[in-house]
Structures are given as structure tokens and as C-alpha cells.
């Protein structure tokens, strides 16, 4: 009987360890578990991110390049894909600095100057956006894109523009961003920012090239040879850069901007 007892005994005694051990085990191996997993999981989050987590450094629609030259305000040369590239900016136009056979229209060296700074100070870094409406060249074969920087989120068109810098300017189709740049261009209007500004075209008008020739002028600085129209010109941008040697839209003697946008004679080709 006594024997029986102590076996007894003995069996409930191991099965209590038994218990405990587990018991022990099961809390302290738990607090192991979860203290070691929130480590892990913070450092596989930072390490591993979801694949919806990578996004591209550039625009889908937009092709990065290098600035190599500006030209004027409204034209740059680029480096795309290796290749040397000229760009003619889509909805904007500056006054002419370049072309020995103008003259330097007004404000065109204050565009020129601006643009030159603005890529330098971005370290030459644009986007460049192609507009299907515009076709892919003009005739002089530049490409036609619209300039964008700040990784493809700033526009270089529109700042120009609205900062009085640049004309907006439909060549013949609207584009994409024409209802934005009209805007931006009656603000800098509004405002007389830059060329727009009272007396901003005052006696600026010099030559670019000392061999070119120039319409003779009266004391008014304005051109002898009797009142032009529309109809006297072949393009929009010959009438463009007549209308810009007369003084702009600070003076425009032969009333080729009728609704005062600072585009001369638009319903030419």
C-alpha cells in the first residue's frame, strides 16, 4: 500500500515539473519571439522596400538631358542620349540676340541672360517634353520640346513668361499648354514685368551684326517707309520681329497687335 503511495506521489510530482517547465518556457520563449521579431521586421522594411514603394527618378513623359549652350532665350543646344541636339522651346518667344541680319530686339539680352543663369544655377539638368501636336522638328531641324526642370516638375516655358521674359507664342496649332501660357502672359501684362514694364524698350534697339543693315529711322526712332499691315508680311514671325523692332507692345505704331497680347498679326501662317 505504502508503496503504492509513494509511486504515486512520485508520478504527480514529475507531472507538476512537467507542467512547469512548460509553463516557464512558454512565457519567456513568447517574450523572446516577439521581442525579436519587431527588430527584424523594422529592418527588413527599412532594407527591402515593397516594389510599389520604387518610383522613377524621371517622368515617364519626359527625357532628361544636359544643357550644353543657351542660345538665346527661347532655343538651347543639348546633350540627349549622347547626341548633340538643338531645342526650339514649344509656347514661348524671346526678342532676338543672335541673327546678324536683325537687329537686337528689346529685351532680348535681359531673356538671354536670364535663361543662361537660371540653367547654370540648376547645374544644366532639364527634362524635355515632346508634343505630338507640334510635330517632332521645325524647320531648321530643331527638336521642339518643352523645357522642364527641378526633375521634370518646373516649367522653364511658363516661368519665362510669366516673369516678363518671354512672349507666349502659338505657331500655328495650339499646343498643349497654350490656355496656361496666355495666362501667364496677361499677368506679367498686368503686373509690367520685364518687357511689359513702363519705358522697358526705351532706346535698346541696337545692331546685331555691324555689316547688317537696318530700315532707316526718323528722330521717333520709328521706321521711314510708310504704314505696314499684316497683309505686308509672308509669316506671323516676320510680322513678330517687325512688330518687336518697333518697340513691342510698348509702341506699336502700325497696329499689328489689335487685341494687345503682344503677338503681332496672328492669324498669318
Known sequence: MNYFKRRFKFIGVAIGLFLFVILITGIFGGKIRTNDKKPAEVKSAQTFPTPSSFQSLIPADKQQAEVLKVIDG???SVLLNGEKQTIR???????????????VECFGKEASDKAK??????ENNVWLEKDES???????????????TNNGAFDYGLMMIKTGYAYEYTYSIPYKYQEIYKDAQIYAQNNKLGLWADNACSGQRTSASSTSSSPARNSSGKSIGGDKDCSDFKTQQEAQDFFILQGGPASDPHKLDQDKDGVACESLP
Open 74 to 76: 527661347d532655343t538651347i
Open 89 to 103: 522651346i514649344i509656347g514661348i518667344n524671346t526678342p532676338e540676340t543672335v541673327d546678324p541680319r536683325k537687329t
Open 117 to 122: 543663369n537660371y540653367f547654370e544655377n540648376l
Open 134 to 148: 507640334q510635330g517632332d522638328r521645325d524647320k531648321y531641324q530643331r527638336l521642339l520640346r518643352y523645357i522642364f
